[in-house]
């Protein structure tokens, strides 16, 4: 939307409110519209709304401002203070107020959004079911993974076992190093299903086939 259908809205809060918010729009390098902008973009409007608002000021909290035009030029003016922000017309001030204090709330951890909490039942549901079915998936990995050998890979035998690779007909090099680099994907430390013994045994019986491809 463009700038000319944006309205610039006045939101009342107490001066440390302020501050904290602003203080927040410096450090991400962005304004307060984006701030709340991003709250509202990102949340369900139940989760906002359900949020505490940061609330008025009181009536001993205020700001002093000079008037710099008009007949009371110069004079010092005592007022509510605000944050100003320009968006879409159609958002309450408080409304605003709210996703403000949310973000902050988020920015200093004092409180934490879990998926759930974000995404409609169907979602929910949905990702529910992709769990149990990554549950059931790692459990197959584990069963269908070689189970480490006990000492050092010393024989072809042991090699071809981690390997998964038949003795006859001999594989051939470069069948070797596509079987190791499959299995590196898996069983690398860094991967989901890493495995430091399982990865360090394929190491051997990797290294020992290039080796010894020959031997029986």
Request: net charge positive; with cysteine.
């Amino acid at each position: 939307m463009s700038e000319n259908h944006k309205k610039a809205y006045i939101i009342n809060c107490s001066s440390s409110f302020r501050d904290a918010v602003l203080q927040l729009a410096q450090i991400k390098k962005v304004n307060v519209g984006d701030i709340a902008r991003s709250i509202m973009l990102t949340m369900p409007n139940d989760i906002i709304n359900s949020f505490p608002d940061p609330g008025e000021p009181t009536r001993e909290d205020r700001e002093k401002i000079t008037l710099k035009s008009g007949d009371y030029e110069g004079k010092v003016w005592r007022r509510k203070p605000r944050l100003q922000a320009r968006l879409p017309a159609g958002y309450q001030p408080i409304m605003l107020r709210k996703a403000l204090g949310l973000a902050l709330a988020l920015a200093t951890k004092q409180k934490n959004l879990h998926l759930q909490d974000v995404l409609e039942e169907p979602y929910i549901e949905t990702i529910s079911k992709l769990q149990k079915q990554n549950t059931r998936f790692f459990e197959a990995i584990q069963k269908l993974s070689f189970q480490p050998i006990n000492g050092a890979c010393t024989t072809a035998t042991e090699a071809f076992y981690i390997m998964g690779l038949p003795r006859e007909p001999r594989p051939t090099d470069e069948v070797i190093k596509k079987r190791f680099r499959e299995l590196a994907n898996i069983y690398h430390p860094d991967g989901i299903l890493g495995d430091h013994e399982r990865m360090s045994q394929l190491n051997l019986a990797f290294t020992f086939l290039r080796r010894n491809n020959n031997v029986r």
